[in-house]
């Protein structure tokens, strides 16, 4: 099926900005992992982290994913959101817009009829079937929605803040997700997407030390689910790590804290450097330029560049 014919059969009008992606994001995720690479999802909060990301993808001319999580979304809106992405997709950009960490079925609705082109139910913290009944309402809204909206669902505790942490969270799965479990969780929810435990967590650590990332785990979890595997919490591991995992069936990285602490080094760099000045874009754009350093440094190893 054709997106003209994919939109036609739709029962809803989609909004301007799914017409002009070059690719779904459905297309883009499977290629990357037939390629065993994978596409960066990168958290902003603001137009200045998001033309950061949109730059940075520019440059390296590859597809990127934009992500907002609950908190995100809540301080830049949820149709600004999407008019940012839609505003770089009519600039020809594979860009695409992903409804992070999103804890209720109300909110899913609400990214999914706003335009965004995937979604996650983040229920991990719930017992396994509540973790699925609520997994599969999203799927069935997403389904019913008349787009291609892709639906991620979790499995495994990874901890929940993207901060500089002074340990790990006490909460976090040491023993990793089952790929067994993990198997029968995207049978029976449907899901297109899964995000395990597999040595990630969401935050960094003030000490310095990396997370090491299990990509045997991933391995086995891709073969046994036969989906994509997104893997969280990116900032605090080793690059040659993202490689492995890339390898081994991670088609999506997610980064987040590591951009957080770039953009207000640079912001506060920006406030020294211009002391006097209120003009928010000019002691930002340092902020600004670190962020998109570090994204293309990220879609460039991701993407095997
Ligand atoms: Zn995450």
Redesign the pocket.
Known sequence: MTLKQKIRAGRTVPPACYYLCMQTLREVIEDARGKRIAIGHFNISDSYQFRAVKEAAKACAMPAIV?V?EGEREALGVHEAVALVMAARAEGLNLFLNA??THTIDKIKEAIDAGFDSV?I?ASHLPFDQNMALTREAVAYARACGRDVLVEGELGM?GSG?EVLDAPPADIDKDFTDPQQAAQFARETGIDLI?PAVGNM?GVLRSGAQQKLDAKRVEEIAQSTGLPIVL??GSGSPDEDFVAVAKAGAAEI?I?TDLRVAYRKGIEQGLQQFPDEVAPYKYIAPGEQAVEKLVEKFIKLFGGI
């Open positions: 992500g999580s992070d960490h996650i983040d990874i993207s995000a969401h969280h919490g997610h987040s």
